[in-house]
């Protein structure tokens, strides 16, 4: 008896509305009115019928626009609505796992290709507040709604929920919460997204694939890889002398340290035994650092003539798609970043001149040479904070923190007023009176120093 196919991705249009409260004039007998936004964002996922897909579907959205602070458990789950036809009086309540079961089984028989839902920032922000920080001791009341029972997993619900298990503990990363296959074989690490962990474990339990395999999908395929933004997460095949293991040990040392200025294969000082058999090993490429894709961008906007290219930084971020291997992305892949495809061109047309530059090659711990100090003007700041004239400038630590997982920390002046956007909301910077990190306010633009900028962490 064949297994059953696993489910195509769907298209959603997710509706999030917030809330702006206008209070009335000291005196006046109005009543406060609420000013209602609502964004738009689209996501493609899969939908599994478990408590799982339920949290992360909830979490996409979340990510999406930029909202992952409200962090979504088992226990800290949000009502939301869903409609496919364009009869807003269609719309049906998910508030629940028993509901989340029901709205599964309706799109996949139907076999609906776009859905649109509809979302409430209060909502999302009172299912935060109502759990607390732990979030597990009251699930009963959260996933139970008026006169319902709560809802319990069927025996296929707990064998997914054990792949899942398994899959994270054999992929886990060691900085976030999320996952990276690493191929065995050598191959570019592949982060993992909820619809391709759902894909996997749907695998797994089919008996398509294993724990250490992926499935062999379009979605796995290997001619669609592409190379890690971290190359530290590759797998390395063993070496085949060691001599060579030298070789690779020195080059990668001093290309961390920026003292390389060749490509040819270090030689190491101790005589060896030729080897006619041994590969040639090159210094590595510099490590791409999280303030390289906003440089570029900023690059872009000025010298390229895309039309403010920072606005593609946050999609760009959520791949992990970098400048060094942005020329190796498909179009359609980019496209689908909602980057207009004259833009697309631009990008990667422009980012090997870039990666060549000055520009693309600066580090925090650059050391300030007399060619640097003459470059310079009376107006920027030196690595101590200071003007060219001795002037103390004021500077500010800020932590910026992606939905996917990651940060870095870099140092800018205090924030200027203007119109927030998704950088900004990201963004936290150190209170110097509670020596805490808070979130910068609506209405607050940060401007970033490229020259202060920190390794990710």
Not at 399 to 417: I, L
Request: hydrophobic letters at 30%.
């Amino acid at each position: 008896m064949s297994s059953p196919e696993p489910p195509e991705e769907i298209l959603f249009s997710v509706h999030l509305t917030y809330h702006t409260i206008t209070k009335p004039p000291p005196g006046s007998r109005a009543q406060p009115k609420d000013n209602k936004t609502v964004k738009i964002k689209e996501i493609t996922t899969m939908l599994l019928d478990d408590v799982d897909s339920y949290v992360d579907f909830q979490r996409e959205i979340l990510a999406k626009h930029g909202e992952s602070k409200y962090h979504i458990t088992e226990g800290k789950t949000f009502p939301f609505q869903y409609r496919y036809t364009k009869t807003k009086g269609d719309a049906v309540d998910v508030d629940n796992l028993g509901d989340w079961s029901d709205f599964v089984k309706v799109v996949v028989a139907k076999k609906v290709s776009k859905v649109t839902v509809l979302a409430d920032m209060n909502n999302v922000i009172k299912a935060w507040n109502s759990q607390g920080d732990g979030g597990s001791d009251n699930d009963e009341n959260h996933y139970s709604g008026e006169g319902r029972a709560v809802a319990t997993l069927s025996k296929t619900q707990e064998d997914l929920a054990r792949v899942r298990t398994l899959l994270h503990d054999e992929w886990k990363n060691d900085h976030d919460g999320g996952m990276t296959y690493v191929p065995s074989n050598g191959g570019p690490a592949l982060p993992l997204t909820p619809s391709m962990v759902n894909e996997w474990v749907r695998s797994v339990y089919d008996g398509h694939s294993t724990i250490h395999q992926p499935p062999n999908t379009q979605t796995f395929d290997p001619a669609k890889l592409q190379a890690a933004l971290h190359p530290s997460r590759r797998a390395i095949a063993p070496s085949q002398t060691p001599t060579s293991e030298v070789a690779v040990l020195l080059n990668s040392l001093t290309g961390l340290l920026g003292v390389a200025r060749t490509t040819g294969p270090v030689s190491p000082k101790t005589p060896t035994r030729r080897s006619t058999d041994s590969p040639s090993h090159t210094s590595p490429p510099p490590r791409p650092s999280p303030s390289q894709l906003s440089r570029y961008l900023r690059y872009a906007t000025k010298e390229l003539g895309v039309e403010d290219a920072e606005q593609y930084e946050l999609a760009l971020r959520k791949e992990r798609y970098g400048p060094d291997i942005l020329a190796d992305i498909p179009d359609g892949d980019l496209a689908d970043l909602k980057i207009p495809r004259g833009d697309v061109r631009r990008l990667k047309n422009g980012c090997s001149e870039w990666l060549r530059s000055s520009d693309a090659k600066r580090k925090h711990s650059e050391i300030d040479t007399p060619e640097n100090s003459n470059r310079r003007t009376s107006e920027e700041p030196d690595n101590e904070g200071r003007k060219a004239d001795g002037e103390p400038e004021k500077r500010v630590r800020y932590e910026r923190r992606y939905p996917g997982g990651g940060a870095y920390t870099f140092w800018a002046p205090p924030m200027v007023a203007g119109e927030s956007t998704e950088q900004d909301r990201q963004t936290m910077y150190l209170d110097e009176a509670t020596k805490k990190f808070l979130p910068v306010p609506d209405g607050c633009v940060v401007i970033e120093s490229d020259d202060e900028l920190l390794e990710g962490l």
